[in-house]
C-alpha cells in the first residue's frame, strides 16, 4: 500500500479498535492461478505471541484449502471513506480528494482441522453482535443442524506478522481548511460522511503538512 508518512497510523491501539469496529474483511491470498477474495467478518485476538484473526469460510469456498499457514495473505478492513471538495476548504487553491480509513494486516492463515475450533469461532462472533436477554446462541440449535452447520464451514485463523494503517484524513491541510471538511461533511447528512468526519475530528496523527495520495 503506498503510505506517505504524514497518513501513516503505527499506534497498536487505535489500529485494534479500528479492526473491532470495522471488522467485515477483504481477506486476500496468493495463489499460483491468481489472488483468491473472500469477504467476511474477523475476530481479533490478542495473544501473548500477538494479535491473531480468526474468522470462518463456507467448505464450498476454496479459499480455505490455500490456507496452508504458507501462503500470503492480507486482510484489508475499511473504514468510513467520502468525497471531499475543495470548496469546503479555507485556503486554496485546491483541487478535490477521496478521505479514507484502512487497515491492511498480513500474514499466512492456516484452516483449523477440528471442528471445536471452528464452533467457538462461530459464538464468538455471534457473542459479539448479539446481546440481550433475547440473544441468538447456536447452544440453542438442535444437535443434528448444528453439526451439518459446523460440516459446511471451515474456522482459519491468521497470526498477524505486518500491519499498515492508512488514515488519509485531511492531514497535510491546515487547520481551518481541515474545519471546513469535517463541517462540509456533516452538511451531507449521510451515516458515511458522518463516521468520516467524526473519524477526523478524533484523529490524533498531527497535521504536518504531507504528500497526497
Avoid at 61 to 88: E, L, Q
Avoid at 169 to 197: H, M, T, V, W, Y
Wanted: no cysteine.
Amino acid at each position: 500500500m503506498y503510505l506517505p508518512a504524514s497518513f501513516s497510523l503505527d499506534d497498536e491501539v487505535t489500529i485494534e479498535a479500528f479492526i473491532g469496529q470495522y471488522d467485515f474483511a477483504t481477506i486476500v491470498t496468493a495463489s499460483s492461478s491468481g489472488p483468491i477474495v473472500t469477504h467476511a467478518p474477523l475476530i481479533a485476538r490478542r495473544r501473548p505471541e500477538g494479535l491473531v484473526l480468526v474468522g470462518h469460510v463456507a467448505r464450498a469456498n476454496d479459499h480455505w484449502r490455500a490456507m496452508d499457514g504458507a501462503s500470503p495473505t492480507v486482510a484489508i478492513f475499511h473504514g468510513p471513506h467520502g468525497y471531499v471538495s475543495p470548496t469546503w476548504y479555507a485556503s486554496g487553491p485546491a483541487v478535490p480528494t477521496w478521505n479514507y480509513a484502512v487497515v491492511h494486516a498480513h500474514g499466512k492463515p492456516r484452516a483449523a482441522k477440528d471442528d471445536s475450533f471452528t464452533e467457538a469461532a462461530v459464538s464468538e462472533l455471534v457473542a459479539k453482535y448479539e446481546v440481550g436477554p433475547d440473544a441468538w446462541r447456536i447452544d440453542d440449535l438442535p444437535t443434528d443442524f448444528r453439526d451439518d452447520l459446523m460440516a459446511a464451514i471451515v474456522g482459519f485463523e491468521m497470526p498477524v506478522e505486518r500491519l499498515e494503517a492508512k488514515f488519509k484524513l485531511s492531514q497535510n491541510r491546515n487547520d481551518d481548511d481541515r474545519a471546513g471538511a469535517i463541517a462540509g461533511l456533516q452538511r451531507r447528512s449521510s451515516g458515511e460522511a458522518s463516521a468520516l468526519a467524526d473519524l477526523m475530528r478524533r484523529a490524533m496523527i498531527g497535521n504536518a503538512p504531507g504528500e497526497d495520495g
